[in-house]
């Protein structure tokens, strides 16, 4: 117990003797007297104090003059070549305060006419004390160098001021002076020092104004080493991309390691420390992050030292994605009344830690509800939205996110079509909050047969074009919230269309809608205005205001109406938002009058300027009525002209008030001299007429046969009687003869093809006729049935329509018959032949059958 407290008593009394002996050897050296004399060749200077002194120290100077005084001269101090103070005397004195830290300079000096002479002089330095020397360390960097030992002197002495070491291991002394000449640091190297003995160092530091000792510092050379920092490796587990294992070597041999990590955005670290071995394994990291990893080692693992950290910094491999995506979607029809629909899907990005890794691509799969035969479509992008047009039935649509180690958990919705069940959440309403957020609350839908899952909040600047810009901002929710405060690319100064849907399992219901807006203000400019005068009044009509311009959302429009004539306010009305159109009908003018019209948007911050202004004249009624009824006549015209129903209703109407125009005769083709002469040459017609069968495969074109018209009143036909058309054989037999309805087999036969074609190719080149006075009924020859002989309003085809090509028209030949006179303005069916039959001429026909019940008896 007793030799407990003996060895280190004793250490301290070695120790304390040898910094004694060291302090004395350096006052000895440094000590002054208490005052200063110089003595020169012409006089003397003494000072009360020492050379060196604290700073704020009063020194008194003194100046004696040698010799006899030099008539008209005087005697003078100086400091720093600053006059201070004069005599004419022999001596003179002066006590100065010392306030400034450095060496100051006094002189003494003869001052006469022609010059300055010096006397003597003297050097005053203020400065301090030395201050304790603190943070004394003594530091081996590796095992083979020699200990550092350093210090901190504390305030500058502005005096010279001496540093010595002493060293001692109990039996030995040893001083050392410092190598160093740093006015903060201290430094020292020690040599010839073993790992088996104690040490204890001890500095001191000394000036003329005194001295100053450190705390005695007490070491093993184990205790001062400090290792070189250790390399070391980082290997990644190929099963795991969150999982490595580190490898270290250290020169010393170190016992003891601490291991530290972190990812390079984060400021903190994770710290582990290691016993007695050269590698560790870490678990858990975060796949393909970049991280910092560092080392260090001390030889003992109590004592000793640690090394400076070592550092490397690697990215960890990538991992399968671990989120699942958070999917929205959209439906709308592809076309209007179409049965096809287009799915529109929305999906975020996964977090960095859920991603795992780089996507690189989604995988989107459609899978019918109403077809289970119907195979599951498969579909690959690279953006975070996909819309596709499918038909119009329920889908199961899964979203996979992949990387280059796998995919992700599927996000699974349905697109049911009836949603009429699934009814909307009830109250939505939006707060505005200011700083660029929304507050959104709303309550929960009526009772419905599915339970509720949750709530999808959407929103997207109102005017938005869903082409140009498909994505929408949403949020989902627990089935617990009833409010949210959105705040994701929310702007302040613009209007949101904000939709909240409740989620039933897994597909949304039927939308609740709001307009909402963050902060406010009064539209910077007014909606364009276009007024149109009608009647006594005017109808206005106006575009909304741009959407940059609105700076919030439009809560109304105030429409203004000042009359010309008057002084007082103009008349406001106010039509609120969401009146479609945007328009309206001010009634009751004075005609005549002047009105200035201007239309200005308001939001909840108040109302904006104006935009265009119209200056409004207000016709008078007899005015009005004129342009009516001209309009009235070019419409009713252009109906009658182009509008088949409207031309027809209009051709029974001036038959009914117009009868007298079905008097006039028509020709009958019967009176040519030619058809009179048909009986007779029945028998050739009948075999010349094979020639013209739809059957024939090659023929002749008959010679054509001149016709000559006479326009004689015909005979009335018996019931059931027809007119046949000579054949092209019959040459000089220009007569038209009846035949009976039961005609002989071969006798009655239909044009050809090819002449019925050429009939409709030569329409198309003469001059164009209306259709209510040509109107052709059909290409068809055969006679007319019984409803064409009861209601004779369309002439037959082959009267109305021209002949083949070489029909000939001449236009030159006065007309003979007057009873054929065109009357351009006849415009009734029954009572007229086509104008291309109004001009004489040859008549070049081949088989032609006319039915007479079409004209009238």
Request: negative net charge; glycine residues 6%; charged residues 15%.
């Amino acid at each position: 117990m007793a030799f407990a407290w003996i060895v280190p008593s004793a250490v301290w009394l070695v120790m304390h003797f040898t910094a004694e002996a060291c302090r004395k050897g350096i006052m000895t050296s440094s000590k002054a007297p208490h005052g200063t004399e110089e003595i020169c060749d012409k006089g003397t200077m003494t000072a009360n104090t020492a050379s060196a002194i604290q700073c704020g120290t009063n020194v008194t100077l003194s100046c004696h003059l040698g010799g006899l005084q030099t008539p008209n001269c005087e005697i003078g101090i100086f400091l720093n070549n600053s006059k201070q103070v004069t005599n004419s005397g022999r001596s003179v004195s002066k006590t100065f305060p010392l306030n400034t830290y450095g060496k100051h300079t006094f002189t003494c000096k003869r001052i006469c006419k022609e010059r300055n002479t010096i006397i003597c002089g003297i050097y005053i330095k203020c400065g301090n004390p030395p201050d304790e020397p603190v943070n004394v360390s003594c530091i081996q960097a590796g095992t083979d160098s020699h200990p550092l030992c350093t210090w901190n002197k504390g305030r500058l002495t502005y005096l010279d001021t001496t540093y010595m070491i002493q060293l001692s291991n109990g039996t030995h002394d040893l001083c050392f002076s410092e190598e160093s000449l740093n006015e903060t640091f201290g430094s020292l190297a020690l040599t010839e020092l073993n790992f088996d003995s104690n040490y204890t160092i001890v500095v001191s530091a000394s000036n003329k104004l005194g001295s100053a000792s450190s705390q005695p510092l007490t070491f093993m050379l184990t205790d001062i080493v400090k290792p070189h920092p250790p390399d070391f490796l980082v290997e990644f587990d190929n099963s795991s991309a969150t999982n490595c294992t580190l490898f270290w070597h250290n020169e010393a041999q170190a016992q003891h390691y601490r291991l530290r990590y972190r990812p390079l955005t984060r400021h903190s670290w994770s710290t582990v420390e290691i016993f007695s071995s050269e590698q560790y394994h870490l678990h858990g990291l975060e796949p393909d992050t970049a991280y910092e990893f560092q080392v260090s080692c001390k030889i003992h693992p109590e004592r000793g030292l640690w090394s400076d950290w070592s550092t490397k910094q690697t990215r960890t491999p990538e991992a399968e994605p671990t989120g699942i995506p958070d999917v929205w979607y959209r439906l709308s029809a592809a076309q209007l009344g179409s049965q096809q629909q287009n799915i529109s899907l929305f999906w975020k990005a996964l977090s960095k830690s859920e991603a795992g890794g780089r996507i690189l691509g989604y995988k989107v799969t459609f899978e019918a509800l109403d077809d289970l035969n119907s195979p599951t479509e498969s579909h690959q992008t690279t953006h975070t939205s996909y819309s596709r047009v499918t038909p119009r039935v329920g889908y199961k649509i899964t979203v996979t996110a992949q990387n280059s180690r796998g995919s992700s958990p599927p996000a699974s919705i349905l697109t049911n079509l009836g949603i009429q069940d699934l009814p909307p959440p009830q109250q939505v309403s939006a707060m505005a909050m200011g700083n660029s957020s929304i507050l959104v609350s709303w309550k929960p839908p009526r009772r419905s047969a599915v339970p509720i899952s949750g709530y999808v909040v959407e929103w997207a600047e109102t005017g938005m074009n869903p082409h140009l810009e498909p994505h929408h901002t949403w949020a989902k929710l627990p089935a617990s919230n009833l409010s949210t405060v959105i705040a994701e690319h929310i702007k302040d100064n613009m209007c949101y269309q904000i939709h909240v849907f409740a989620l039933y399992q897994d597909r949304a219901g039927q939308a609740a809608s709001v307009r909402g807006y963050s902060t406010a203000q009064a539209p910077s400019a007014g909606p364009q205005m276009l007024s149109t005068p009608w009647a006594t009044g005017v109808l206005v009509s106006w575009e909304e205001i741009p959407v940059p311009q609105q700076r919030g959302c439009i809560t109304g429009y105030h429409v203004y109406l000042q009359s010309k004539d008057s002084r007082g306010d103009p008349q406001v009305y106010a039509i609120p938002e969401g009146t479609a159109p945007r328009s309206l009908y001010i009634p009751d003018l004075q005609p005549g009058g002047l009105y200035d019209l201007w239309v200005t948007g308001s939001t909840a911050a108040g109302e904006g300027p104006r935009g265009n202004r119209r200056l409004l004249c207000i016709s008078g009624a007899r005015v009005w009525v004129t342009v009516v009824l001209t309009c009235s006549f070019f419409i009713f015209s252009a109906s009658v002209c182009f509008v088949p129903p409207a031309r027809k209703a209009f051709h029974s109407l001036l038959s009914v008030l117009l009868p007298q125009c079905k008097n006039e005769a028509i020709p009958d083709p019967a009176n040519a001299t030619w058809a009179k002469s048909f009986m007779a040459t029945k028998a050739q017609l009948s075999s010349l007429s094979i020639l013209f069968l739809p059957s024939t495969i090659s023929f002749e074109e008959p010679e054509p046969t001149l016709v000559e018209e006479a326009f004689e009143q015909p005979d009335p036909l018996a019931p059931g009687e027809k007119l046949l058309l000579g054949s092209a054989g019959s040459r000089g037999h220009r007569d038209w003869t009846r035949q009976s309805s039961s005609p002989e087999p071969g006798e009655e036969q239909q044009l050809p093809e090819m002449y019925q074609r050429l009939v409709v190719e030569a329409t198309e080149h003469l001059q164009p006729v209306p259709e209510y006075i040509t109107n052709p009924s059909t290409t068809d020859l055969t006679p007319p049935s019984d409803t064409t002989r009861d209601h004779p309003t369309d002439l037959p085809e082959y009267i109305t329509s021209p002949g083949p090509t070489d029909l000939a028209l001449p236009t030159d030949t006065p007309m003979d018959h007057p009873e054929l006179e065109c009357h351009p303005l006849s415009i009734f069916p029954t009572t007229f032949l086509a104008p291309t039959l109004c001009s004489e001429g040859n008549l070049t026909l081949d088989r032609v059958k006319l039915n007479c019940s079409s004209f009238p008896r």
